[in-house]
T-cell receptor
Framework: EPEVTQTPSHQVTQMGQEVILRCVPI?????FYWYRQILGQKVEFLVS????????KSEIFDDQFSVERPDGSNFTLKIRSTKLEDSAMYFC??????????FGPGTRLTVL | LAKTTQPISMDSYEGQEVNITCSHN???????ITWYQQFPSQGPRFIIQ???TKVTNEVASLFIPADRKSSTLSLPRVSLSDTAVYYC????????????FGTGTSLTVIP
């Protein structure tokens, strides 16, 4: 069964550093999403991406964040200058059309 | 966007049927209702999705009344491995630009 994959599973970085989280969505999917989940809290929507552009973004997704689909298979989330409060699990999700979203296993980001 | 409200937590004994209800009073005409299961440090896993009436699959049933202002996830004969957080999401699957998770229901299955 096809699945969404994410790398790395755990990323540790120093405050102020740039990080890139990578996702490989399911191959025929058209809609792509990033969510984050701070430890012990609910899953929060960050951004949706369709047809090579951002469809919607939440208040969390400020100028420090960017997304890209560089090569037709990967979907990346970049945080330009990480803050302590960016420490969280980051989940990528994808869906085909009116189908449901399928989530990846997540990347745990730890900012020191 | 339709906001969802669920009980924060529930306990159940193994082998029992569990029903988790979600309120979504301002659900829109094109919104679908989707339930996810999440284990600690894992991504949400799709359980079931519906628009109205009743949907059943191999793991759960979803009951949606005619007014669609609430929905109930039914898990038959739960086991210890069903201990998880269950989220109800409401969203337009045709546009699907934003999906907001509520606080979820933490289900604990007791031996």
């Amino acid at each position: 069964e096809p699945e969404v994959t994410q790398t790395p599973s755990h990323q540790v970085t120093q405050m102020g550093q740039e990080v890139i989280l990578r996702c490989v969505p399911i191959s025929n999917h058209l809609y792509f999403y990033w969510y984050r989940q701070i430890l012990g809290q609910k899953v929060e929507f960050l951004v949706s991406f369709y047809n090579n552009e951002i469809s919607e973004k939440s208040e969390i997704f400020d100028d420090q964040f960017s997304v890209e689909r560089p090569d037709g298979s990967n979907f990346t989330l970049k945080i330009r200058s990480t803050k302590l409060e960016d420490s969280a699990m980051y989940f990528c999700a994808s869906r085909f059309s009116t189908d449901t979203q399928y989530f990846g296993p997540g990347t745990r980001l730890t900012v020191l | 966007l339709a906001k969802t409200t669920q009980p924060i937590s529930m306990d159940s004994y193994e082998g029992q049927e569990v029903n988790i209800t979600c309120s979504h009073n301002n659900i829109a005409t094109n919104d679908y209702i989707t339930w996810y299961q999440q284990f600690p440090s894992q991504g949400p896993r799709f359980i079931i999705q519906g628009y109205k009436t009743k949907v059943t699959n191999e793991v759960a049933s979803l009951f949606i009344p005619a007014d669609r202002k609430s929905s109930t996830l039914s898990l038959p004969r739960v086991s210890l491995s069903d201990t998880a957080v269950y989220y109800c999401l409401v969203g337009d699957m045709n546009t699907g630009n934003q999906f907001y998770f509520g606080t979820g229901t933490s289900l604990t299955v007791i031996p």
